[in-house]
């Protein structure tokens, strides 16, 4: 499988609709599900220029693939997280710690299937990958060869 389509298929890896008690997220704001896709696809587009593993950032790379599956109303398994981010289990598990160990992440039982974790965007996650786009948005814009529509 190539790595497009690896990027493409990837946010629908172990993806499950959120429970009744999380909603997904306003799509006001810089935040949206649009947005988050680009952010990726911006983000993986440089694996056609660059050699392999050059820019290896899983945290990065999951915090990527988390806000999006929340702006989806999706949830994605700790097992799926670990795919995406394209480097060892090992390490992916330890970057997930580290989500998590920093409040940008939490892990959650699924209910239906104890032997399944789902790993979630905390609020304060989900608030700082907004400020973030907000961030990246307004220096697009500044320059008026980059005026974002």
């Known amino acids: 499988m190539s790595?497009?389509?690896?990027t493409n298929d990837r946010q629908n890896w172990g993806a499950r609709p959120l429970s009744q008690t999380a909603t997904p997220a306003s799509h006001e704001g810089a935040l949206?599900?649009?947005?988050?896709r680009m952010l990726?696809?911006?983000?993986?587009?440089?694996?056609?220029?660059?050699?392999?593993?050059?820019?290896a950032?899983?945290?990065?790379?999951?915090?990527?693939d988390l806000t999006h599956a929340r702006l989806a109303g999706k949830r994605i398994s700790v097992s799926s997280l670990c795919i995406a981010a394209n480097v060892p289990a090992?390490?992916?598990?330890?970057r997930?710690?580290?989500?998590?160990?920093?409040?940008?992440?939490?892990?959650?039982?699924?209910?239906?299937?104890?032997?399944?974790?789902?790993?979630e965007l905390t609020d304060?996650?989900?608030?700082?990958?907004?400020?973030?786009?907000e961030s990246?948005?307004?220096?697009?814009?500044?320059d008026t060869s980059l005026a974002v529509k």
């Not at 949206?32 to 988050?36: G, L, N, P, V």
């Not at 304060?124 to 786009?133: E, I, K, P, Q, V």
């Open 57 to 64: 950032d899983p945290a990065w790379d999951m915090l990527l």
């Open 32 to 36: 949206t599900r649009h947005r988050a």
């Open 96 to 119: 997930i710690g580290d989500l998590v160990g920093s409040g940008l992440a939490v892990r959650v039982k699924d209910e239906s299937d104890g032997r399944r974790v789902f790993v």
């Open 136 to 142: 990246v948005l307004k220096a697009m814009s500044a």
């Open 3 to 6: 790595m497009q389509a690896l």
């Open 124 to 133: 304060d996650g989900f608030a700082r990958m907004g400020r973030y786009l």
């Open 90 to 94: 090992t390490t992916a598990l330890r």
């Open 40 to 55: 990726l696809d911006l983000y993986n587009a440089r694996m056609k220029f660059f050699p392999t593993g050059l820019f």
